[in-house]
C-alpha cells in the first residue's frame, strides 16, 4: 500500500487514485536517471557531434 503522506499523497487518497501511486523511490530513481542521460546527450553528445559529424 503506498504512503499516505507528503504533499500530493492526500489528493490522490481523497481522488482514489493513491492506490495506483508506485513507490516514490523508484520513481524518484527512474526520473534521476532519465535526466543524467538527457544531460550525457546535450552535455556530451551534441558537442561532439558538431567536432565529428556521424553522416
Do not use: C, H, W
Amino acid at each position: 500500500m503506498p504512503s499516505r503522506d507528503g504533499l500530493l499523497g492526500p489528493l490522490f487518497a481523497s481522488v482514489g487514485i493513491a492506490k495506483y501511486m508506485g513507490d516514490p523511490g523508484e520513481i524518484a530513481q527512474f526520473f534521476m536517471v532519465n535526466a543524467v542521460q538527457i544531460a550525457i546527450i546535450g552535455l556530451l553528445f551534441r558537442p561532439l557531434e558538431t567536432i565529428l559529424p556521424q553522416e
